[in-house]
C-alpha cells in the first residue's frame, strides 16, 4: 500500500508539472465531480471480470494518441462519408479491443454530467484505471477535447510496427515529442495483453535472437503463415501475462520476448542500461510519467474538437 501511495503522489505532482497550460490534474472537480469515479468503477468492473480488457485499454490509450493526438479518434465508426477510420487501420484491427467499456464509461458519465466530459479524456482516465487495477497508477489530467478526423492510413504512418529497429523506434516516439526514455518505460506495456502471431512468427526460425525455449512453444502455437482467417493470439508476457509489471524487462533480458522492437532495447548500451534498470524494480513510477508525457499529444482544444455525445460518433 505505502508504495502505491508513493506511486499516486509522484503521478499527481508529474501531471500538474506537465499539463502545459491546456490539461490540468481534477479539470471535472468542478464541471462534473463523479466523472473520475463513475469511470473507474466500469473499468474496475470490467478488468476484474477480464484482465485482458485492461491491456487492451492501455493498448488503445496508446495507438489513440499516436494518431491525430489524444483526441479519441480512434474510437469513431466508419460512415458513408469516412468508411476507413483508424480503428480499420491494420494496426487496429482487429486487435484493439475495449470498445465496449469505454462506451460504457461514456454512456455513465452521460447519465451524471450530459455534455461535459470528452471521450478523449474517457480514454485516458480508462488507461490509467486500467493500469491501476494491473497495478497502481493514477490520475491523468484533464480538458481535452475529442477529434472529428479519423483515417485508417493514418495507423500506418504513425504508429510503430513490431518489426522495428532501435534508430526506427526513437525517431517514431521524437516525431510525437518523446524521448528514448519514454520509448523504454513505455514499452513496458508489453507485459500485458497479447499479440497475433503474424507480429512476430518472422522471429521463430533461425537465424534470431529468440530464446530457442519460448520460440518451440509459440511455433506450436502459431501457424507457419499466418493469414487474416488464421492468426491465433498469444500472451505477450509468458511468465506474468495478466499483471502489470516490471516482468517485460526480465523477459527482454532472457530474450523471452515477441517482437523485433522489444528485442531492440538491447542493441544500444544506454537502453540496455535502461532495461536492466528496470528489471532490478522501480518502473511503476517512471510509467505513470511516460503515460502523462504520452497524454499530451496533441490535445485538441474548443477549437478543433469536440465534446462527442457519443465516443462511436461525431456530433
Known sequence: MAARVAIWVACVLVMVATCQGRLRV????RKCPPAEYVVRDVVGKAVRQNPGVGAGIVRMFFHDCFVQGCDASVLLDPTPANPQPEKLGPPNFPSLRGFEV???AKSAVEKVCPGVVSCADIIAFAA???SFFLSGHRRPPGGGSAGRVSLANETLAFLPPPFFNLTQLVGSFQAKGLDVDDLVVLSGAHTIGRSHCSSFTDRLSPPSDMNPALATVLRAKCPANPN???DPTVVQDVVTPDAMDNQYYKNVLAKNVLFDSDAALLSSPPTA???AAFARGKWERSFARAMVKLGGIEVKT?????????????N
Not at 26 to 29: A, F, K, L, R
Open 26 to 29: 481534477g479539470y471535472y472537480h
Open 102 to 104: 469505454i462506451d460504457a
Open 128 to 130: 490509467r484505471d486500467a
Open 228 to 230: 487474416f482467417t488464421n
Open 273 to 275: 542500461a535502461k532495461v
Open 302 to 314: 474548443a477549437a478543433n474538437g469536440e465534446i462527442r455525445r457519443m465516443c462511436r460518433i461525431v
